[in-house]
């Protein structure tokens, strides 16, 4: 199983970002799929969810009505779209395989390396 995040970088509070994570090494279009940060010095904090069919999704509260998970089963990849960013939001961002079809929140049976969202205010 591999899981490739990329899209990160530096931005302006307000500025936008796409996320992207490209899985390999599994059937993708039969598992969820969940976004995760980690704020240095402090644990691991989920941040969405979407399931295998895309029929459903959930936020975290802070981040609902700005960010929005997608997939596309045919291209392997699960996407972030972040809006309205601010300062609270930078983070190492990775996303993570759920270990069934349905959003999870925890038990992640995969995660990536992680990339960089850093918000200047």
């Known amino acids: 199983v591999q899981l490739v995040e990329s899209g990160g970088g530096l931005v302006q509070a307000g500025d936008s970002l796409r996320l992207s994570c490209a899985a390999s090494?599994?059937?993708?279009?039969?598992?969820?799929m969940t976004w995760v940060r980690q704020v240095p010095g402090k644990g691991l904090e989920w941040v969405s969810s979407?399931?295998?069919?895309?029929?459903?999704?959930t936020y975290k509260d802070s981040v609902k009505d700005r960010f929005t998970i997608s997939r596309d089963n045919a291209e392997n990849t699960v996407y972030l779209q972040m809006n309205s960013l601010n300062p609270e939001d930078t983070a190492l961002y990775f996303c993570?395989?759920?270990?069934?079809?349905?959003?999870?929140?925890?038990?992640?049976?995969?995660w990536g390396q992680g990339t960089q969202v850093s918000v200047s205010s």
């Open positions: 979407i399931d295998s069919s895309s029929k459903t999704t």
């Open positions: 090494g599994f059937t993708f279009e039969r598992f969820g």
């Open positions: 993570a395989k759920c270990r069934y079809s349905s959003r999870c929140i925890a038990e992640f049976t995969a």
